[in-house]
Each structure stands twice: as structure tokens, then as C-alpha cells.
């Protein structure tokens, strides 16, 4: 028998005997490599197993998860997938996309293909990127009280590097970070590779909340705050504008740099009486960070970041440092889709989609404690009792559909929430319909709804 499902054998059997208990979360592959002495390649395969023969569900990246071994609610059958089965409908991956978006975005691409064009723009990319891009990327990322100085502002790969330079740059190995308890996934699996503790913090239906950042601080010197303040992933909650004036002053008092992600905010800034970025707040401590991959494509982006004057030459440092910098190419086009009008056509399409969307998660999930914003591509949603998130996430699968289960999302591993995160951007409009019905239906236990699984 081949090695990895050896180790896929010896993992059920855990799972069988109660050692690995639904729910619990899996450790990273390469972390999963490490322990068990075999190569990441051979990791995944092991992973790769123990989903086909649906022991685990989640998904790589986010985190991967005991499954259910029996049914939640009691005298309710969920049916169980058959051998191999996968979902097929993904609430879990949140790419928007809209019509017409492949048409806008071909023009400034075809101009850059152009030899002479081409040539330039495979050069590599300094972290401060070129003077249009500069004053291109302050000009997207202005809010009606807030403008980035264009000198501000650098580049990386995408969000996600943008993140991990700023980390890198704040905190040493061994420092700790506060983030709300409920957090960006990635921002674990960063801070692991960086040697960095994450510190939850409680938030409240205003945001992070202030004292408990002071708090926290007391007990253990933080390094700095990693925070969401606009659209918050996963429960979409928006900070109100009093409350990130007390947290800019909190984090003035304790001199605590602040990391402000605003990768989804373009959803949210269109609409009138949206607050203004924490960064407006304090522009000495925030370091914004954002990109394109949501405004524009996953698979041609650009990270942006927006640090205090004096920090400028230490964060570029470490986006050269860490191998973070932005391609020429993408940088090149990004520039060209901000300047034509190409991302201001595809903020505004992508809003109308998810006010959209998020009209059908209200008729379909109405009466159930769902949390989210009209502008949001993503809802929160706390499950009706006696479910648990690893059996509603496995009863989902059952029946066709993939969410992200809550405790992916968890900082304390000890305190995880019975609730599911839908992603409603990556599935077309009607497999979201009929995924929310069915999810509706599986929830209360009437696991025979039609839906993606033709039931």
C-alpha cells in the first residue's frame, strides 16, 4: 500500500477512537509533513485521502477539519456523500466576478503586449514602484476624508504579501499581535511562519473594543493591532466611526502601530456616511493594506501599502527582504485599469452584484440569526441549536454545498463559534439561490429541499 495511505489509515483510525474529535482542526500540511518525517508533496496526497473518504472537510488554506462521524440533531438523517463525492457548490472560495469583466480588462493587457511594451514591464518592480503608480494607487485608495500622500504608498505581490512585509516589519519573532477573536485565516498561518502570537481580542456590535486592546496590552506587551475595521471577515461588521476614534487614541497612548486591512472596504466606501479608514484617525501608527485581487482578479494582482513617512524605507526593506515585491506586468496593468476608468467600472458592477446577493441571502435565510452588510460578499451565520459547525459543515457537503466552518476563523482554539462564514461571490447566481435553499432546508432538518443535490 503507498505510504501516504498508510498515514491516511493510521489518521482514521484516530478519528475512529475519538483521539481526533469532530471539529478539530487539522495542523498545516507542511506542519502535518514535519510531525510525521514525509514531504509536503506526500502530506497533501494524505490530505487529499482523508477528504475522499470524507473524514475531513475545509479546505487547505483556510483550514482543514474533522468531519462529523455521526448525525447533529438527534432523529435527523443527514445523508451522507457517497465515496469521492465533492461538493458542488463553493461557498468557501470568495472571488467576485462579474459580465463583462474579461472585456474590460483585455484592452490595457493587449497595449502591454506590445514588444516594446512587454519588455519594459518584465523588468522587476521595486517595492516603491514607479511615480504613476504611486499617484495612481493614492488616488484609488482615497476615501472623502482621507488621501495617501503618493510617497506612501508601496507595493506587494498582493494583500496577503502586503501583510506579511508590515508584520514583518513591526514585530520580532516572539511578539504578539492583537487581532479581533475572529480573524482573516491567513493572518495565523503568517504569523506562524513569522513566529508571531496572535492575541484575540472581544469585539461588540461597534467593533474592536478599545479596553480589552489596553487590556491586553497590560498583561503582555503587544507589538502591534492587526485589524479589520471596514467589512470585517468573517461577520462583516463595520466600525463605527466613534468607536475607531477611541481606538486611534488607545493605540496613541500605548504608541502601538496598527495594521488596517481594507481589502474588502471597496465595497463599502461608495455608500454615504461610511466612516472614514482608521488610518484618517491616526496617520502616524496605521499602515493600510489592500490590493486588487477583489476589485479587479485573483490571478493578476497587485498589494498595496500605505505606512507613516518614517516607516517608508523599513517596510520597503522587508517586501525586498521577504520576496514580496509586485511584478512589473501586473504593476504596469494595474496602473492602466485605475487610470482608464477599467477598476472604477468593476468596483461599481461588483457593488450592484453583492447588494445583489446578499438580497437572496435575506430571502432565504429569513429567520435565521444572519449577520452581514448590504455591500458585503460574505455572510455570518450563527447556527439555530443543536448544530455545531463541523456537523452543519459536513451536512452541507452531504448535500452539495461547501462552507467555511467558524472555527477556521477562530484565534482561541479553546472558543469556537457554532456558525458557518458563506462566501457568495465564486458561485453565479442561480447555484447561490439554490445553494442558500438547500442550505435553508438542511438547517432545519428538512434535508429533503431541492437544491444542488437534487433532492
Not at 100 to 122: C, D, K, N, V, Y
Request: glycine letters at 10%; a positive charge.
Amino acid at each position: 500500500m503507498d505510504d501516504y495511505r498508510r498515514i491516511a489509515d493510521r489518521i482514521a483510525e484516530a478519528v475512529a477512537d475519538g483521539r481526533l474529535r469532530p471539529g478539530q482542526r487539522l495542523p498545516p500540511q507542511r506542519a502535518f509533513a514535519r510531525r510525521h518525517g514525509i514531504a509536503a508533496s506526500t502530506a497533501g496526497r494524505v490530505y487529499g485521502e482523508l477528504v475522499r473518504r470524507g473524514l475531513v472537510v475545509g479546505e487547505v488554506g483556510r483550514g482543514t477539519f474533522v468531519r462529523a462521524t455521526a448525525p447533529a440533531p438527534a432523529g435527523r438523517a443527514l445523508a451522507e456523500p457517497s465515496e469521492g463525492a465533492v461538493p458542488q457548490v463553493d461557498l468557501e472560495l470568495n472571488y467576485p466576478s462579474v459580465p463583462g469583466q474579461s472585456e474590460l480588462l483585455g484592452p490595457a493587457l493587449a497595449a502591454l503586449l506590445r514588444p516594446g511594451a512587454l519588455t519594459a514591464t518584465l523588468r522587476p518592480a521595486a517595492a516603491t514602484g514607479t511615480p504613476a503608480a504611486r499617484e495612481a494607487a493614492a488616488a484609488l485608495l482615497a476615501t472623502r476624508g482621507w488621501r495617501p500622500a503618493p510617497e506612501q504608498v508601496l507595493f506587494a505581490g498582493n494583500a496577503r504579501q502586503a501583510i506579511a512585509a508590515v508584520l514583518a516589519s513591526l514585530v520580532r519573532p516572539g511578539g504578539r499581535v492583537g487581532v479581533e477573536a475572529l480573524t482573516y485565516p491567513l493572518v495565523g498561518q503568517i504569523a506562524a511562519r513569522l513566529g508571531i502570537t496572535l492575541v484575540p481580542l472581544p469585539t461588540d456590535e461597534e467593533g474592536p473594543c478599545p479596553d480589552a486592546v489596553a487590556a491586553a496590552h497590560r498583561s503582555a506587551p503587544l507589538s502591534a493591532l492587526y485589524l479589520q475595521p471596514t467589512l470585517h471577515n468573517p461577520t462583516s461588521v463595520t466600525t463605527t466611526a466613534a468607536r475607531r476614534d477611541r481606538l486611534a487614541r488607545t493605540a496613541a497612548g500605548l504608541r502601538l502601530p496598527v495594521v488596517e486591512d481594507r481589502v474588502w472596504s471597496f465595497l463599502h466606501d461608495g455608500a454615504a456616511g461610511r466612516p472614514d479608514p482608521l488610518a484618517a484617525h491616526a496617520p502616524g501608527l496605521v499602515h493600510v493594506v489592500d490590493g486588487l485581487s477583489k476589485r479587479v482578479a485573483p490571478g493578476l494582482t497587485v498589494g498595496f501599502l500605505v505606512v507613516p513617512p518614517g516607516r517608508v524605507p523599513e517596510v520597503a526593506a522587508a517586501v525586498r527582504s521577504g520576496g514580496w515585491s509586485a511584478g512589473g506586468f501586473a504593476l504596469e496593468a494595474a496602473v492602466r485599469w485605475i487610470e482608464d476608468g477599467t477598476v472604477r467600472r468593476l468596483v461599481a458592477a461588483k457593488r450592484a452584484d453583492a447588494a445583489r446577493r446578499q438580497r437572496l441571502v435575506r430571502r432565504h435565510l429569513d429567520g435565521f440569526a444572519v449577520r452581514s452588510d448590504p455591500y458585503a460578499y460574505f455572510a455570518w451565520w450563527e447556527l439555530p441549536a443543536p448544530w455545531r459547525a463541523d456537523t452543519f459543515t459536513a451536512a452541507a457537503a452531504a448535500h452539495g454545498v461547501a462552507v467555511t466552518p467558524g472555527p477556521a476563523f477562530a484565534v482561541d482554539p479553546a472558543r469556537t463559534p457554532d456558525a458557518v462564514r458563506l462566501g457568495l461571490a465564486s458561485a453565479d447566481g442561480p447555484e447561490l439561490e439554490s445553494a442558500l435553499r438547500t442550505l435553508a432546508g438542511v438547517a432545519r432538518g428538512a434535508v429533503g429541499a431541492g437544491g444542488p443535490s437534487g433532492g
